[in-house]
C-alpha cells in the first residue's frame, strides 16, 4: 500500500516570504501522480498542482512550485511571494495509474499560517 | 466554485438513523469518489464510480452503500448512524481521461455530517 507523510504538522512565514512544504511518499510503482491540495478555514479542497511521475520537469503554478525527487520519493512545494490567503492546510496527495485504483492516498496535511 | 455540488451542507442526526448525501458531478466527468475527512483518521478514500459502475471501494463500512445515476450524480447512503461516523464527507468528480491524461480531482464543498 502506499503511504504519505508530512513531517511538518505546523509551519508559520511571514507575508511575502517563500516557504516550502515537505512531503514524501512510499510506492513500488512507476506510474503515478502526485497532488497538494489546499484546505481553507472553509474546509473546500482545492486542488493547487500536480505531477506526473514520467515528467522530470518540476511543475509550477503561479506563486506555487514543486520539487519532485522521483528517486528519493520527495514532492515539496514551494510558495513563493506568501499571502494571507495562503493560509490554509496543505495536504500532499498519491495517485497510482491503475484502472481500478485511481483513489487519492493523502498525508496528515501541514497547517500554514501567513504571518501579516 | 469546482463545479462540484454536494447537498445538504450541514446534517445533524441522532444515532442508529440514516441519511443519503448527494452529489452532482462537474459537466462532463464521468467520474465520482468519495471520501470521509474526521479527525482521528484524516482524509480516507470510501468509494469510486465510473460511469454508473462502482470501480473500486476503499475502507467503507458495510453500513454505507453509494450509487451512480445514469445522469451521473451520486448518492452515498450511511445507516446505522454511530458517534465515530460524525466527519465531513466529500464527494470528487474527475473526467479520468486515457488520452488527455486528465486524472484532477475536484471536490465538492463536503457535507458535515454530525451524529448526536
Known amino acids: 500500500a502506499q503511504t504519505v507523510t508530512q513531517s511538518q504538522p505546523e509551519m508559520s512565514v511571514q507575508e511575502a516570504e517563500t516557504v516550502t512544504l515537505s512531503c514524501t511518499y512510499d510506492t513500488s510503482e512507476s506510474n503515478y501522480y502526485l497532488f497538494w491540495y489546499k484546505q481553507p478555514p472553509s474546509r473546500q479542497m482545492i486542488l493547487v498542482i500536480r505531477q506526473e511521475a514520467y515528467k522530470q520537469q518540476n511543475a509550477t503554478e503561479n506563486r506555487f512550485s514543486v520539487n519532485f525527487q522521483k528517486a528519493a520519493k520527495s514532492f515539496s512545494l514551494k510558495i513563493s511571494d506568501s499571502q494571507l490567503g495562503d493560509t490554509a492546510m496543505y495536504f500532499c496527495?498519491?495517485?497510482?495509474?491503475?484502472?481500478?485504483?485511481?483513489?487519492?492516498?493523502f498525508g496528515t496535511g501541514t497547517r500554514l499560517t501567513i504571518i501579516p | 466554485d469546482s463545479g462540484v455540488t454536494q447537498t445538504p451542507k450541514h446534517l445533524i442526526t441522532a444515532t442508529g438513523q440514516r441519511v443519503t448525501l448527494r452529489c452532482s458531478p462537474r459537466s462532463g466527468d464521468l467520474s465520482v469518489y468519495w471520501y470521509q475527512q474526521s479527525l482521528d483518521q484524516g482524509l480516507q478514500f470510501l468509494i469510486h464510480y465510473y460511469n454508473g459502475e462502482e470501480r473500486a471501494k476503499g475502507n467503507i463500512l458495510e453500513r454505507f452503500s453509494a450509487q451512480q445515476f445514469p445522469d451521473l450524480h451520486s448518492e452515498l447512503n450511511l445507516s446505522s448512524l454511530e458517534l465515530g461516523d460524525s466527519a465531513l464527507y466529500f464527494c470528487?468528480?474527475?473526467?479520468?481521461?486515457?488520452?488527455?491524461?486528465?486524472?484532477?480531482?475536484?471536490f465538492g464543498p463536503g457535507t458535515r455530517l454530525t451524529v448526536t
Open positions: 496527495a498519491f495517485m497510482r495509474r491503475l484502472f481500478g485504483n485511481e483513489k487519492l492516498t
Open positions: 470528487a468528480s474527475s473526467v479520468d481521461d486515457e488520452v488527455l491524461k486528465h486524472y484532477e480531482q475536484y
